[in-house]
């Protein structure tokens, strides 16, 4: 079970980054590092100038896609193989805290995602199709509802069934290690 009011609902992405923006959000929630060190550590992680959270922002939505398609694999692979190996803080600090597991095809495993986030003090990352795009967004359970956490808004909404938010495609459970 999560506590919903320790989810950060403040945060608002200023340009394509809802896949690490995600990501931050279940960190943000175990370590309490602001989740603009995401976007800050992900450029140091690359290799990337910036000034401002804001200029890490716009260089990691920039270098991501080409990231993910130079490496022929989904968006949440980078970002799990940062939670995994990065040598950066904010990633260093989330991996002592919890632990990430893939999924490619969501829809297949849906009844047991909603059993872990019902079960565990974890969050979903999930990839779905709202239109003709792709967009991530997070998702948890505060022991009565789904509640799912969009970055581009500010608020966390509820929802029944994961099914209900449109077409799955890949996801990363997080769970808090044991």
């Known amino acids: 079970m999560i506590e919903v009011d320790k989810v950060n609902s403040l945060f608002i992405q200023n340009c394509g980054s809802c896949v690490l923006s995600s990501y931050a959000i279940v960190s943000n929630y175990f370590t309490n590092i602001p989740i603009e060190g995401f976007f800050e550590d992900y450029c140091r992680h690359f290799g990337l100038s910036f000034n401002t959270w804001q200029e890490a922002e716009l260089a990691y939505a920039q270098h991501f896609d080409q990231e993910w398609r130079k490496r022929a694999c989904r ?55 709202p239109g003709i795009n792709y967009h991530s ?42």
């Not at 095809?105 to 872990?116: K, T």
């Open 75 to 129: 968006g949440y692979e980078v970002i799990l193989d940062l939670h995994q190996n990065s040598t950066q803080r904010a990633f260093e600090q989330s991996r002592k805290i919890f632990s990430g597991r893939f999924y490619l095809d969501s829809a297949v495993v849906v009844s047991g995602l909603q059993n872990c986030l019902r079960n565990e003090e974890s969050f979903l990352n999930i990839t779905y199709e």
């Open 137 to 178: 967004i997070t998702i948890f359970y505060d022991g009565n509802n789904f509640r799912y956490r969009d970055t581009n808004t500010t608020s966390i909404g509820t929802i029944g069934l994961l099914s209900q938010i449109g077409r799955l495609r890949d996801s990363v459970l997080y769970a808090r290690s044991r």
